[in-house]
């Protein structure tokens, strides 16, 4: 509650620096050590999504960070909720996304005794954070959480923790707010981008590869504009492919786990690659195996926010620090000597190829069928939730996404994300279709928050792809020890049963055919709801069976 001295308590100066940096939403799984900010939210207009785990949570906030490029945010507890949390913050690093995390601290007078939960936060999230700090003075809360926004949303975007000791937020104190922050966009120097024109024009099978974070809808819109002048083909790399519209004539397909083997021969064969956003990680690197390091085979530019990232794996032949938003503006005035051009027309052709008719699968349901399915009946602005397993080859692949930020997945492959996620999106878009789509062994990491979902009335839609098994492993498994079934077998409960003891809808679904009307009532429903899709555990990829991969490595092994 406000005093009447015309001092804020460190705690209601917090909550204020929040809307002044315009944030609107918060995550939380509520703690004794931050009470005061707890109460501080009674009197504010931001809005209060209550989590049951605190992973849940931060990961909400940072599928904020990544569809807005804002910082998202969270408050957690000290000790325990801290850690749980940790999970949240470590796809807020891999996936380059903004993210600022409250932890609730030890009074100032007990720190250093191990009180109770007592963390050594800048040692514990040091390594995995921008930034992690501790507020001990009610009067830098302005400065520091100020500089935790510059901080979580500059360059190359990611986590910053703050731990807020529970007596300091009870201080009171006069002190003036921080103006607002505002995101800097890095420009390209018209020096490279007239070099980059020359290196363009020069060349005769230019590919682009998009990935990374700092997109917006008119950034993947510039980029379209050109990709299409010049007849370039374009792919989007793991876990980014709603940064370019999947239907436009340039796309050449999906970077990622189990690629489109004519995409990875056109990138092999290709004599300019231009990486736009992203770092070209492990997985749309293909294990690093895709260019050579440090100095790649294929002339290489490297547009990316983060000057710390140039050169950091790939030294490139043309490095460019800007943000994708100032880089495709910058596109818009390029003068080439000579025009480029490209096979955008062939490359398009072969995604199509690839993914235009579901593959035969064993089972009664056929996961491919079920995407085109919902490719074919989504509306463009639905927004698709996941998290990780094999089940998420079928997205990738036979899912069209046509807006920016409609696909919401962690490029760093953590399982029990979508729950969160979708919760998320439906806080921030309540008109918007959001889907979200597990595994079996996914959906309960984080299934949880279905009662979240329930709590606020938030009706999304999960698919389960349930084949009993963490699949993922399995196959792993079965290529590397075939037919020694290790710890990857799931008994799994009874999912919409799970779904309606929580107040939602389910339905489970054992053939494809059925799958359209069952989807249709579970939005009918109005409530957050479950499909349950029954696979057959052999469907592991939608090119090959465990039988094949078992016999395959049975054979290399035999020989
Ligand atoms: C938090 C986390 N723990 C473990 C893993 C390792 N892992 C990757 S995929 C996978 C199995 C996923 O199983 P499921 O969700 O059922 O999907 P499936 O592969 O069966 O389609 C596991 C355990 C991970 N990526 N993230
Ligand atoms: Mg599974």
């Known amino acids: 509650m406000r005093g009447k001295d015309n001092l804020r308590s460190a705690a209601e100066v917090l909550v204020d620096q929040l809307r002044i940096h315009g944030v609107q939403h918060v995550f939380c799984v509520p703690g004794e050590s931050y009470l005061a900010v707890l109460d501080a939210f009674h009197d504010s207009e931001l809005t209060v999504t209550v989590c049951r785990q605190e992973a849940g949570a931060a990961m909400m906030a940072e599928a904020v960070g990544k569809v807005t490029g804002r910082p998202g945010v969270c408050f957690v507890t000290r000790g325990p909720g801290a850690t749980n949390a940790a999970h949240g913050i470590h796809i807020a690093r891999q996936d380059s996304s903004p993210l600022v995390m409250f932890v609730g601290q030890v009074a100032r007078d007990t720190r250093e005794r191990e009180a109770f939960q007592e963390v050594d936060y800048r040692a514990v999230f040091g390594a995995m954070t921008k930034w992690t700090t501790e507020i001990d003075d009610p009067a830098r809360v302005p400065e520091l959480v100020s500089r935790a926004f510059y901080t979580a949303a500059n360059g190359r975007p990611g986590p910053v923790v703050i731990a807020i000791p529970e007596d300091m937020l009870v201080e009171r104190v006069a002190v003036a707010d921080a103006p607002p922050y505002a995101p800097i966009e890095t420009s390209p120097g018209p020096a490279e981008m007239a070099k980059f024109a020359e290196m363009l024009g020069a060349t005769r099978s230019p590919i682009i590869l998009l990935g990374g974070s700092r997109w917006s809808q008119a950034a993947s819109d510039r980029l379209g504009h050109f990709a299409q002048k010049y007849s370039l083909p374009v792919a989007t790399t793991f876990r980014r492919g709603s940064v370019f519209d999947q239907t436009h004539p340039c796309y050449a397909g999906d970077l990622g786990i189990g690629p489109n083997p004519k995409l990875l021969e056109r990138i092999k064969s290709s004599d300019l690659v231009i990486m736009v956003g992203g770092r070209l990680g492990e997985l749309p690197s293909q294990g690093y195996t895709l260019f050579d390091i440090p100095r790649p085979q294929t002339t290489f530019v490297h547009v990316h926010p983060g000057a710390e990232e140039l050169g950091r794996v790939y030294s490139p032949h043309l490095a460019i620090n800007a943000t994708p938003t100032a880089f495709t503006a910058a596109l818009e005035q390029l003068k080439f000597p000579r025009a480029p051009s490209g096979d955008a027309n062939g490359a398009h052709a072969d995604y199509l190829q690839w993914t235009d008719k579901p593959t035969a699968q064993p089972g009664g349901v056929n996961f491919g069928a079920v995407m085109v399915w919902l490719r074919e009946n989504l509306p463009a602005d639905a927004i698709l939730c996941n998290g990780a397993g094999n089940y998420a ?120 055919e059925d799958f359209p009307a069952a989807f249709k009532q579970a939005v009918a429903s109005g409530k957050p709801a479950i499909v349950h899709l029954a696979i057959d555990g052999e469907a592991i990829t939608p090119t090959t069976t465990l039988a094949k991969i078992r016999a395959k490595a049975m054979a290399e092994k035999g020989g």
Not at 465 to 476: A, K
Request: glycine share 10%; aromatic share 14%; proline share 7%.
């Open 393 to 512: 080859a079928w997205i990738h692949r036979f899912f069209r996404f046509r807006r920016f930020a409609s696909h919401v997945a962690p490029a760093s492959g953590s399982m029990g994300y979508g729950v969160p996620a979708a919760v998320a999106m439906k806080r921030l878009y309540p008109d918007r279709p959001v889907v979200c789509i597990a595994g079996d062994g996914d959906f309960l990491m984080n299934g949880q928050e279905f009662a979240t979902a329930v709590q606020y009335n938030l009706p999304f839609t999960i698919i389960i792809v349930d084949n009993g098994m963490y699949g993922t492993i399995r196959m792993h498994q079965e290529r590397e020890y075939p037919g020694r079934i290790s710890a990857t077998e799931l008994r799994n409960p009874d999912f919409p049963a799970y779904a309606r003891a929580f107040g939602g809808f389910g339905v489970s679904v054992e053939r494809t």
